[in-house]
């Protein structure tokens, strides 16, 4: 087993979560791996790849995490700790499952952990990580919520194509209110790009003149 903290350094300074691998247990859940006394792996893939993995065992209302980790290219080490589950009642029946974050004093309901630096798997406010999305900046937020969009109304990805039609059997008030939104995204997104092509442009410009000055 390759361990966590093989291949690439995932660690980069942007700390969001979409730089870390995480452990999500609605996907252990939908694919019915709590039940008490499973063994498996669990991989980390790349390009069809594998990159990283761990061995879990489920226990009653915990899974045992089985791994190997290092830190600044060290010695691999060898992991082993609980983390607990609490289940909670679905309104349709059945239940959900949560991850308690094991990170000593933490104990958050979570739905995924996170394993940085400090090699043990938490919950992301343990990391201190924000959300990919809270990056972006707003004119590349407007697209991708325009996109979302175009998705529903079933419609060609991508801001700069066409609108498309009415999806069969949708009602047009809501098919309206879609379209407004969309409208309303494309726009604010065009413009940041606009604005943002323009300060690229005054950076250019000011950089010429300065370099003509050097000179």
Same mark, same amino acid.
């Given at each position: 087993?390759?361990?966590?903290?093989?291949?690439?350094?995932?660690?980069?300074?942007?700390?969001?979560?979409?730089?870390?691998?995480?452990?999500?247990?609605?996907?252990?859940?939908?694919?019915?791996?709590?039940?008490?006394?499973?063994?498996?792996?669990?991989?980390?893939?790349?390009?069809?790849?594998?990159?990283?993995? !761990?061995?879990? $065992?489920?226990?009653?209302?915990?899974? @045992? *995490?089985?791994?190997?980790?290092? %830190?600044?290219? =060290?010695?691999?080490?060898?992991?082993?700790?609980?983390?607990?589950?609490?289940?909670?009642?679905?309104?349709?029946?059945?239940?959900?499952?949560?991850?308690?974050?094991?990170?000593?004093?933490?104990?958050?309901?979570?739905?995924?952990?996170?394993?940085?630096?400090?090699?043990?798997?938490?919950?992301?406010?343990?990391?201190?990580?924000?959300?990919?999305?809270?990056?972006?900046?707003?004119?590349?937020?407007?697209?991708?919520?325009?996109?979302? !969009?175009?998705? $529903?109304?079933?419609?060609?990805?991508? @801001? *700069?194509?066409?609108?498309?039609? %009415?999806?069969? =059997?949708?009602?047009?008030?809501?098919?309206?209110?879609?379209?407004?939104?969309?409208?309303?995204?494309?726009?604010?997104?065009?413009?940041?790009?606009?604005?943002?092509?323009?300060?690229?442009?005054?950076?250019?410009?000011?950089?010429?003149?300065?370099?003509?000055?050097?000179?």
């Amino acid at each position: 087993m390759g361990g966590i903290g093989s291949g690439r350094r995932w660690q980069s300074g942007k700390n969001t979560t979409s730089d870390y691998r995480a452990l999500d247990v609605r996907r252990l859940q939908r694919d019915r791996l709590l039940r008490s006394g499973e063994t498996f792996a669990w991989q980390w893939t790349r390009n069809g790849q594998e990159v990283a993995s !761990i061995q879990i $065992r489920v226990e009653t209302n915990r899974l @045992i *995490l089985i791994y190997r980790h290092r %830190k600044n290219d =060290g010695d691999w080490q060898p992991m082993e700790y609980p983390v607990y589950l609490e289940w909670t009642p679905c309104n349709y029946g059945g239940g959900r499952a949560w991850f308690l974050c094991p990170a000593a004093g933490c104990g958050r309901h979570v739905a995924l952990l996170y394993i940085g630096r400090a090699g043990i798997f938490a919950c992301r406010h343990c990391y201190r990580l924000a959300y990919a999305s809270q990056r972006e900046p707003d004119d590349d937020r407007a697209a991708r919520r325009a996109d979302a !969009i175009r998705r $529903r109304l079933r419609w060609q990805p991508g @801001i *700069l194509n066409g609108k498309g039609s %009415k999806p069969k =059997g949708m009602h047009w008030r809501t098919f309206s209110r879609l379209e407004a939104r969309h409208d309303a995204f494309v726009h604010a997104s065009l413009m940041g790009m606009a604005t943002r092509l323009q300060l690229m442009d005054r950076g250019l410009a000011d950089l010429r003149d300065d370099l003509t000055d050097d000179g």
